[in-house]
């Protein structure tokens, strides 16, 4: 998880630095790979806290551990997004789903 998640800030940097929406749009989908971990860690951390009541303190600082790298996460995700409108003055936070670059052709094309 950590790993990902220092990937998707250095990749949400780079794409800054170098004004590369298509390398930003990349790292949105992998938000949802962070998420996932977080959440099935809290699953097995709390299963583990219900059979070793001792653990219960140190699973907590582990469950916040998890929950500081996922918000990593999702900050790396808003400058990938950020750089994105920065580059095609598209918005594409909140759809689910990065959609495609704008096309380039002045012309519309027919439908």
Do not use: W
Request: hydrophobic residues 40%; proline residues 7%; charged residues 30%.
């Amino acid at each position: 998880m950590a790993g990902i998640a220092l990937s998707q800030l250095k990749g949400a940097l780079d794409s800054f630095v170098n004004r590369d929406p298509a390398a930003a749009r990349a790292l949105v989908p992998r938000d949802k790979e962070v998420d996932g971990l977080n959440k099935q860690i809290n699953r097995e951390l709390t299963q583990y806290m219900m059979e070793n009541r001792d653990a219960i303190p140190r699973c907590l600082h582990l469950m916040v551990v998890s929950r500081s790298l996922e918000r990593i996460a999702d900050h790396a995700t808003n400058v990938a997004e950020e750089v994105v409108y920065l580059c095609e003055a598209q918005d594409i936070r909140h759809t689910g789903k990065p959609p495609a670059p704008p096309e380039t052709d002045f012309v519309k094309k027919p439908s």
